[in-house]
């Protein structure tokens, strides 16, 4: 059987598979109806261009979009335009996405949710579970960079039920522009710049970005008795702030023994956590990501009083009073 993940033993949001996904400290949380998880067994639907309803001020990528009510009877099928071409990178069913986005509804035009005003992007996987179907099917082939337009009956949207948090009934036709930001999956790496890696008493992370395991050598020498946090590579992205979420690539060691005890590199998988969580789990990981810059990769040295201390999970290869190694890629923020 599988080894339930350790940080997803502390952290029952934690873990996430590329199979689902399930942060309480996501945006899609704080917004009330946001492309939020819809599980359904309705065929994929037939791609339309329209009609779509036109966007009237707040036409430039990035910017928050002003939307006209739509105009007569919406398309029983989704309604899908590129209304800016990207040039990024092709998004895939089952990636995570990083987007912006406004969301109003087809006969009233009334906005029900937007995240430019947040200014803080929506992370979320294209995965059914995940996402609403519309979301799913109309983005995946799109570049990053891109803009899109797209109108999604009930039917891929939320249903019969509709949302009642957020006035949507069980036969409104949504609209939501979305800009593209970026998108990441189980091969994604930080992209920095190498940081120097010069104290010899500190254990060495390779600097690879192709989403293989970065190899770690720890030094025989005894552990650090504080916690140390240092850039292996050093991304331009904003620092994380410990009220936030993160999607990574990790790797967890154990200082003396040097053994694994978990990782996401190379497993078909990320992580996403949110910083207040882990402050319940693993306190020293939570402060060692505070403060670092999205698109970095980070090495974090834990000493046992702000790991697992001396009630490490059964079955492992962690022991009591064991320091812990973290090699830990920030590819994206909520």
């Not at 009334?110 to 109309?138: E, M, T």
């Not at 998108?183 to 690879?208: C, H, I, M, R, Y």
């Amino acid at each position: 059987m599988r080894r339930r993940s350790l940080l997803l033993a502390a952290v029952p949001a934690g873990l996430v598979t590329l199979a689902g996904c399930g942060d309480d400290k996501s945006d899609s949380s704080k917004a009330g109806a946001s492309p939020s998880p819809s599980v359904s067994s309705v065929p994929p639907p037939k791609i339309v261009d329209g009609p779509l309803p036109a966007v009237t001020a707040g036409r430039k990528f990035g910017e928050k979009p002003t939307v006209a009510k739509g105009s007569g009877e919406p398309s029983k099928n989704l309604a899908v335009k590129t209304l800016i071409a990207g040039s990024g990178r092709t998004v895939a069913e089952n990636d995570f996405v990083q987007a912006d986005y406004l969301g109003q509804i087809w006969s009233t035009g009334k906005v029900f949710d937007n995240s430019y005003d947040r200014k803080r992007p929506l992370v979320i996987q294209l995965a059914q579970g995940s996402v609403i179907d519309g979301w799913r099917y109309a983005l995946a082939g799109k570049k990053t960079g891109s803009r899109v337009e797209i109108a999604v009956p009930p039917t891929w949207g939320y249903g019969k039920e509709g949302n009642a948090k957020a006035g949507i009934k069980g036969t409104d036709t949504l609209v939501f522009v979305i800009d593209l930001i970026d998108s990441f999956n189980s091969k994604s790496s930080a992209k920095g710049e190498p940081v120097p890696q010069t104290d010899a008493a500190l254990p060495k992370v390779a600097t690879n970005t192709d989403g293989e395991v970065p190899k770690v050598t720890i030094p025989k020498a005894g552990p650090p008795k504080k916690l140390v946090s240092a850039y292996v590579l050093e991304g331009d992205g904003p620092e994380l702030k410990a009220d936030q979420a993160v999607l990574c690539q990790f790797q967890g060691l154990v200082w003396d023994s040097g053994k694994t005890f978990e990782r996401t590199y190379g497993s078909g998988r990320l992580s996403q956590f949110g910083l207040e969580q882990m402050q319940q789990a693993v306190k020293g990981l939570a402060q060692g990501l505070t403060g670092k810059k999205v698109g970095s990769r980070v090495l974090i040295v834990i000493p046992p009083e702000l790991g697992y201390g001396d009630n490490p999970p059964s079955g492992g290869v962690i022991e009591k009073g064991s320091t812990l190694v973290f090699t830990v890629d920030i590819l994206a923020a909520m």
